[in-house]
């Protein structure tokens, strides 16, 4: 079976799930590729600074971790969306028959996220006949918040028509996604949830030991708008106002952008919270490991991976809703309103009680039954046998 796995935004800009899927197939026999269109912005990679010897601007073949990688970095056009996703496309169609000369069509086309992986796998379709599956990631189909309800414009609507409407099997990886997704399909296509993929191997719990009196709490994520650090401070703050028994790490990058001392200025138990930058996954696996419980208040997900690590090691999690119930049941945590730090405040309040009356064999359970690596391959090698 040759599949080749399409992603809208791949590595160094994200995109490390695609890595690990690929190297998982692999392992089960499948010969698996990877064609990365990667979008360099301009905020991060300024002109003075940019290394095109670093980044190529035309395709270039190379290996990955063992997989095969035909790569092109993208600059986009300033304020020019539309122009942006057709720029980006276009070469992705060029990368495709550059990929075809090498190693021929592959028997089908694994696109990650309708934006706009989905629409650059239509158009081959269209072309060439090569059928593909569509894992959809994006949280904001979820449509949980009205931040992610802003991300639905009019001229993206025939760009998710096509991308939606021409695949053979529409994968989202939260059921929460498919109401949404299912106002752009044109005609009839199958749907199947199939969660993230996490390391449960790596990510698993040690015998825990109270090192001392206080309740730890561990949030894993940066400062970005969606993970809602505006909400989380706020009822941070109220937590502690009541009670002086617990500690929050928050582990994650671009906490030193002056939007975010601005928020930091403003909370009241500064003590009561710790930073330690961004980690490699043994820190977080080490941070997850000394915690009681997990918190994460974003006002975007759709199926958070953060969440599944911490499961993994055991950890309840206080989470808002935008965490999908098909991860987070409630045996496995405490869900709260979206974008309501009163409502996060006492859920809290209610898990720094009771964390230890949750069984963390049977949310580790949960989680290796929906999200390790041999239960979702295999539920994704099920889908794509008929398209052979």
């Known amino acids: ?63 990955e971790d063992g997989i095969q990688v035909l790569r092109s970095y993208t600059r986009p056009v300033p304020k020019a969306t539309v122009l942006n996703i057709r720029l980006w496309t276009r070469r992705t169609l060029r990368m495709y028959d550059a990929y075809v000369q090498q190693y021929g069509h592959p028997d089908l086309i694994h696109a990650h996220s309708a934006t706009w992986a989905a629409y650059a796998a239509a158009l081959i379709k269209q072309k060439y006949g090569t059928p593909y599956v ?24 025939p760009f998710f028509r096509i991308g939606f409407s021409s695949a053979s099997c529409i994968i989202p990886v939260s059921d929460q996604l498919i109401p949404t997704i299912r106002t752009y399909c044109d005609k009839d296509v199958p749907f199947r949830v199939i969660s993230n993929m996490v390391d449960t191997d790596f990510f698993c719990p040690l015998p825990r030991t109270r090192a001392g009196q206080k309740v730890e709490l561990v949030s894993v994520n940066g400062f ?10 706020p009822a941070w703050d109220l937590l502690c106002d009541r009670r002086k028994d617990v500690h929050l790490t928050i582990v994650g990058e671009n906490f030193d952008r002056p939007d975010f001392r601005v928020l930091w200025s403003s909370c ?53 809703d935008v965490v999908p119930e098909y991860e987070m049941p409630s045996s496995c945590g405490i869900r709260v309103s979206v974008e309501d730090p009163v409502a996060l405040a006492d859920a809290l309040d209610r898990m720094a009680d009771s964390f230890g009356r949750y ?30």
């Open 134 to 157: 569509l894992t959809e990631h994006r949280g904001m189909f979820g449509c949980r918040s009205d931040y992610a309800r802003e991300f639905f414009r009019k001229e993206f609507e």
């Open 224 to 233: 970005y708008r969606e993970k809602g650090y505006d909400i989380l401070l």
């Open 1 to 63: 079976m040759r599949v080749l796995l399409l992603p809208a935004w791949y590595l160094p800009e994200g995109g490390q799930f695609v890595r690990h899927q690929a190297i998982a197939l692999r392992e089960q026999g499948v010969d698996v590729r990877i064609l990365a269109n990667v979008t360099l912005g301009w905020h991060k990679y300024k002109w003075q600074a940019f290394n095109v010897a670093s980044y190529p601007l035309t395709p270039f073949f190379t290996v």
């Open 268 to 320: 009241r138990h500064q003590e009561s919270v710790t930073f330690t930058g961004e980690l490699t996954r043994d820190g977080v696996r080490e941070h997850l490991r000394k915690a009681d419980a997990f918190v994460i208040s974003s006002r975007v997900e759709a199926e958070p991976v953060a969440v599944l690590e911490a499961m993994a090691t055991g950890l309840p999690v206080v989470a808002s």
């Open 359 to 388: 069984d963390s064999a049977a949310i580790r359970n949960h989680t290796i039954a929906i999200a390790s690596r041999r239960n979702v391959t295999a539920q994704l090698i099920d889908v794509y046998r008929p398209l052979r």
